[in-house]
């Protein structure tokens, strides 16, 4: 018993048979969030990025009534960040900024982003802006830059929008 005990201890991190070991912060990741992502084309280029605690949002961001998978996520070659919305089932994962055209900026970057939640389905006050308050399909991802400026990112139906809640 005493080297079984022994022999479980000193065994490597992750498996026998050889599987792709993760870091020990991605562990506390949905299953099939991680699975989508480092199989995805996009893990070419990106990697996770823990600037932030949580470092993961989840939430049903598209209203299907399924959980989604929001992870912040790093440009390996330019250094920008961004935000990878990794939806339950088929559809493809939606990459928000990290250097990529987004919100009306060529190379988006939520680098100014230090702190982030999720604002649940729910109605949305008047915020910053002159234009209406969206009607959430589904939850929101509040970003927030703390003592200054926040906005909502939600889901309108075909994409990701930027509704700003505070300056």
Same mark, same amino acid.
């Given at each position: 018993?005493?080297?079984l005990l022994?022999?479980?201890?000193?065994l490597?991190?992750?498996?026998?048979r050889?599987?792709?070991?993760?870091?020990?912060?991605?562990w506390?990741?949905p299953?099939?969030a991680q699975?989508?992502?480092h199989?995805?084309?996009?893990?070419?280029?990106l990697?996770?990025s823990y600037?932030?605690n949580p470092f993961?949002q989840s939430g !049903?961001f598209?209203?299907d009534?399924?959980?989604?998978v *929001?992870?912040l996520?790093?440009? %390996? +070659?330019?250094?920008?960040t #961004?935000?990878?919305?990794?939806?339950?089932?088929p559809k493809p994962?939606?990459?928000?900024?990290a250097?990529?055209s987004?919100?009306? !900026?060529p190379?988006y970057?939520?680098?100014?982003?230090? *702190?982030?939640?999720?604002?649940? %389905? +729910?109605?949305v006050g008047q #915020?910053a802006?002159?234009?209406?308050?969206p009607?959430?399909?589904g939850?929101a991802?509040?970003?927030?830059k703390?003592?200054?400026a926040?906005?909502?990112?939600?889901w309108?139906?075909?994409?990701?929008k930027?509704?700003?809640?505070?300056d």
């Amino acid at each position: 018993m005493l080297i079984l005990l022994l022999f479980l201890y000193f065994l490597p991190s992750g498996n026998l048979r050889g599987e792709r070991q993760l870091p020990i912060e991605e562990w506390s990741i949905p299953d099939f969030a991680q699975t989508r992502f480092h199989a995805s084309r996009l893990s070419q280029s990106l990697k996770i990025s823990y600037a932030l605690n949580p470092f993961y949002q989840s939430g !049903d961001f598209d209203g299907d009534g399924k959980l989604d998978v *929001a992870l912040l996520v790093k440009n %390996k +070659s330019s250094g920008k960040t #961004g935000i990878a919305i990794i939806h339950s089932g088929p559809k493809p994962i939606v990459l928000l900024g990290a250097g990529t055209s987004w919100n009306n !900026d060529p190379k988006y970057d939520f680098d100014w982003m230090d *702190a982030w939640q999720i604002y649940p %389905k +729910s109605p949305v006050g008047q #915020g910053a802006g002159e234009g209406k308050p969206p009607t959430l399909r589904g939850d929101a991802i509040l970003a927030i830059k703390t003592e200054s400026a926040s906005g909502l990112i939600y889901w309108d139906g075909t994409k990701y929008k930027w509704y700003q809640q505070g300056d």
